[in-house]
């Protein structure tokens, strides 16, 4: 890590315990030395991905049309040119983060690639990309990320069991992180049994944030006090979540044998609403053995004025709680609001991936039947 990482507001976060995250992935920045340089100056430490964003890169066009037209003359279908596509960058990112991996020794360092959203409530096909996602990417710090619907919790249990990484995504409910976290201890205890080495798996929960508060605000009404607190208080609930089940008996049986917290992930972290503070869904989650990852608005708002302080995860949880128990009371309903949210990010999700396909397609001709002026 370069030495002048340590005057950004961003690497400050790994004095405090917290892994910065890159949340975007496009072939510009791979080829430009941009995630090298997050690395350097900001001390980023894994990068994830997600539908949304390879259709964006993908729909810019940037650095993507040798390689489309090689694999269209092939005679390659749209979406195995689009698996291609995202295991060329996804492979390049893990091998430049690689350093991270190993100088933490598996702890960091990682890149996440999402399986197919149509898949999102399938659990036998999730199964079966994720085991074919890492086969082909052949790297140990590579996550396959599996959303945490209802299909998806068996599938990420029996991921883990067979020794693979997992991001699980697109948690938003407390009670669907407590099947998220039974699902790793599952998962790793199977391995064990098996005669795996649990100590070569790592995992993150990824719990997102903003997304709450936008659909708690338009749950309530203009002006309510708890309009821009539903999401941090959710996130500070989920942590300490996170800190009860990873202890005790059965947590320690595993920690025995070498394995890894599953760090929740503070996902969506960007404000979408202009009103609140640019940082806060950076600011009021830093805590010890989490990961924050960051778009790019968050990036430039952290490095122009960002000054984040150790531990405010924990602070001011009985605060949370309250919050939770007025949302009940102004008629909002919490299972209904999250169970909202998790349908409309499978759906957004899957959206991006048709869009991105069906803008692939469009190139794919392009390419093979240029027209002549």
Not at 213 to 218: G, L, S, V, Y
């Amino acid at each position: 890590m370069a030495q002048n990482s340590k005057r950004s507001p961003i690497a400050r976060l790994l004095d405090y315990g917290q892994s910065p995250w890159y949340d975007n992935l496009t072939r510009q920045l791979l080829e430009s030395g941009g995630l090298r340089r997050l690395m350097d100056d900001d001390g980023i430490r894994g990068v994830t991905s997600n539908p949304t964003i390879f259709e964006k890169a993908m729909a810019s066009g940037e650095g993507y049309d040798e390689q489309l037209a090689e694999l269209a003359r092939k005679g390659m279908e749209t979406d195995a040119i689009y698996w291609e596509l995202v295991m060329h960058d996804v492979g390049a990112a893990a091998d430049t983060l690689r350093p991270v991996y190993d100088e933490t020794h598996g702890a960091d360092g990682f890149v996440s690639v999402e399986v197919a959203p149509d898949r999102a409530h399938e659990l036998e096909p999730t199964i079966e990309q994720a085991l074919w996602l890492h086969g082909r990417l052949q790297r140990p710090n590579v996550m396959v990320k599996i959303p945490a619907t209802a299909e998806g919790i068996p599938a990420v249990e029996e991921v883990l069991a067979r020794g693979h990484n997992v991001n699980i995504t697109l948690i938003f409910a407390l009670q669907r992180y407590d099947e998220v976290i039974e699902a790793y201890l599952r998962g790793l205890e199977r391995l064990a049994e098996s005669g795996g080495d649990v100590s070569s798996i790592a995992s993150v929960a990824s719990f997102f944030v903003s997304r709450v508060d936008t659909e708690a605000d338009r749950r309530l009404p203009d002006g309510h006090p708890l309009r821009g607190k539903v999401a941090v208080a959710n996130a500070k609930l989920a942590y300490q979540q996170f800190r009860r089940r990873f202890s005790g008996p059965r947590w320690d049986a595993l920690a025995a044998k070498g394995a890894k917290l599953q760090r929740p992930l503070w996902a969506s972290t960007s404000t979408k609403n202009p009103a609140y503070s640019d940082t806060l869904y950076v600011d009021e989650l830093v805590g010890r053995d989490t990961v924050n990852t960051l778009a790019q608005a968050s990036i430039d708002a952290l490095r122009d004025h960002g000054n984040p302080q150790p531990d405010t995860i924990e602070r001011d949880v009985d605060q949370a709680e309250q919050v939770m128990r007025d949302l009940a009371d102004a008629g909002v309903d919490y299972d209904d609001l999250t169970a909202t949210l998790e349908r409309e990010g499978v759906d957004a999700f899957g959206r991006s991936y048709l869009d991105c396909l069906a803008t692939l397609d469009k190139r794919r001709q392009e390419l093979l039947h240029p027209t002549t002026s």
